[in-house]
């Protein structure tokens, strides 16, 4: 079989610059997309908006002209809101939308047809914890995330027979950019995020990578199709209290 080609979105910085690494590591072709420059990269690299439907086009005839094929998808690219859900304007709620959900349409919809045509292959979906559990002042966010989480699921029964598996990683709090700029308007600390998780610490880039690469590859995990992964440190498994989950550390 020829080298298996991987479109990753977001792929710039964070988790996706890390998931983008990982599948490369393991074999794949990998083309990066991003709105922001990609600097530094082996490979093909296209700028472009996830939410724009002539830019996802171009990316997916742009990977067909340079390889031929589209194995792996991965619908990384998203952005943050942290509000009151009645101090939400109108233009915030679509943007997130736009880029979180409409975003992972388009190119799943655009890969997912030159998939069926071959016969195979394989959308990962980075969803969250978030689409998962409510969080307060994220409801833009939360919206999007839950309704990845249900695209992923309708896509897998559509397509698995077809031989296109679709599932979703749901990360908890990771340690990138976007933390980062979250933390910096005071709405959390680190010390909320590792006093509630399990396993006392945040996610790193790493942790969803390896994630990602399990549900790409046929091989790992030829038979799933259609889940919602936490990749949480227990996050979403945990009903404790405060002192009772500090408790057991």
Same mark, same amino acid.
């Given at each position: 079989?020829? +080298?298996?080609?991987?479109?990753?979105?977001?792929?710039?910085?964070?988790?996706?610059?890390?998931?983008?690494?990982?599948?490369?590591?393991?074999?794949?072709?990998?083309?990066?997309?991003?709105?922001?420059?990609?600097?530094?990269?082996?490979?093909?690299?296209?700028?472009?908006?996830?939410?724009?439907?002539?830019?996802?086009?171009?990316?997916?005839?742009?990977?067909?002209?340079?390889?031929?094929?589209?194995?792996?998808?991965?619908?990384?690219?998203?952005?943050?809101?942290?509000?009151?859900?009645?101090?939400?304007?109108?233009?915030?709620?679509?943007?997130?939308?736009?880029?979180?959900?409409?975003?992972?349409?388009?190119?799943?919809?655009?890969?997912?047809?030159?998939?069926?045509?071959?016969?195979?292959?394989?959308?990962?979906?980075?969803?969250?914890?978030?689409?998962?559990?409510?969080?307060?002042?994220?409801?833009?966010?939360?919206?999007?995330?839950?309704?990845?989480?249900?695209?992923?699921?309708?896509?897998?029964?559509?397509?698995?027979?077809?031989?296109?598996?679709?599932?979703?990683?749901?990360?908890?709090?990771?340690?990138?950019?976007?933390?980062?700029?979250?933390?910096?308007?005071?709405?959390?600390?680190?010390?909320?995020?590792?006093?509630?998780?399990?396993?006392?610490?945040?996610?790193?880039?790493?942790?969803?990578?390896?994630?990602?690469?399990?549900?790409?590859?046929?091989?790992?995990?030829?038979?799933?199709?259609?889940?919602?992964?936490?990749?949480?440190?227990?996050?979403?498994?945990?009903?404790?209290? +405060?002192?009772?989950?500090?408790?057991?550390?």
């Amino acid at each position: 079989m020829d +080298q298996p080609v991987a479109i990753v979105t977001g792929a710039a910085q964070g988790m996706g610059r890390r998931i983008a690494e990982v599948l490369h590591d393991a074999g794949f072709a990998v083309v990066r997309f991003d709105v922001q420059a990609i600097d530094g990269t082996d490979g093909l690299a296209v700028a472009g908006d996830v939410s724009s439907p002539d830019d996802v086009a171009a990316l997916v005839e742009r990977t067909l002209e340079c390889h031929g094929r589209v194995d792996v998808v991965v619908n990384n690219a998203g952005i943050s809101s942290i509000a009151p859900a009645e101090e939400t304007e109108t233009e915030q709620w679509q943007r997130v939308l736009d880029v979180n959900l409409t975003g992972p349409f388009l190119l799943s919809r655009a890969a997912g047809r030159v998939m069926l045509d071959q016969g195979g292959g394989s959308i990962v979906n980075i969803a969250s914890i978030a689409g998962l559990r409510g969080v307060a002042d994220r409801v833009a966010y939360n919206a999007s995330k839950h309704g990845l989480i249900g695209m992923t699921r309708t896509l897998a029964v559509e397509w698995g027979g077809r031989g296109v598996r679709v599932n979703a990683v749901c990360p908890g709090w990771v340690k990138t950019e976007m933390d980062e700029a979250d933390q910096a308007g005071g709405s959390y600390t680190d010390l909320d995020i590792t006093e509630h998780v399990p396993a006392g610490r945040f996610a790193g880039p790493d942790d969803i990578a390896q994630a990602v690469l399990f549900l790409a590859d046929p091989a790992r995990s030829g038979f799933v199709n259609g889940v919602a992964l936490p990749v949480d440190g227990g996050w979403t498994a945990d009903g404790s209290w +405060q002192s009772l989950r500090l408790r057991k550390r």
